[in-house]
């Protein structure tokens, strides 16, 4: 039987399919980030990732790419707290990011800053850009050098 899980915040339940991460399929329908507002989040990286929103609801916005790829939710968190990176002891872990391949490392930063992102002080790579979204939650701007996809 799929489950569902509960926020912790609003106490609604968001309930899976039997084609989703715990259904019959097992796969993934996606990621999901919480801080401040769903919404918040939802619109910055709708416009970083140029993504379209499955649904929309008060505390819970999903985004999914054109292709019907994996892809992100938003939840509302009032009591979010944004970890810190590098990581420290003693305060809040960054538990996942997103990595996100782009063309051309300069542009990109550059237009996600001005949605909104900030640039992290330690940068641990040459060809890799480590930001935060407006909420606190790092991500990685890649450029491909090894002639990977």
Known sequence: MPRSR?????????GRSSRGCWGR???SDGRSQGGGTGHHLADFYESLLGWSRR???????????SDGGTGLSFQTEPLFSPPR????ASEQQMMTH?????DDLTSAVERAVAL??????????D????????VGHPFCLFVRTDGGT
Do not use: C, H, M, N
């Open 85 to 88: 990176w590098p990581s420290g």
């Open 116 to 125: 909104g992102a900030t640039e992290a002080d330690y940068q641990p790579q």
């Open 25 to 27: 399929g097992r796969r």
């Open 55 to 65: 649904s929309d609801a008060p505390e819970w916005v999903e985004l999914a790419p």
């Open 6 to 14: 509960r926020s912790r915040t609003s106490g609604r339940t968001y």
């Open 98 to 102: 997103l990595d996100i391949k782009v």
């Open 127 to 134: 060809d890799v850009r480590v930001l935060f979204d407006p």
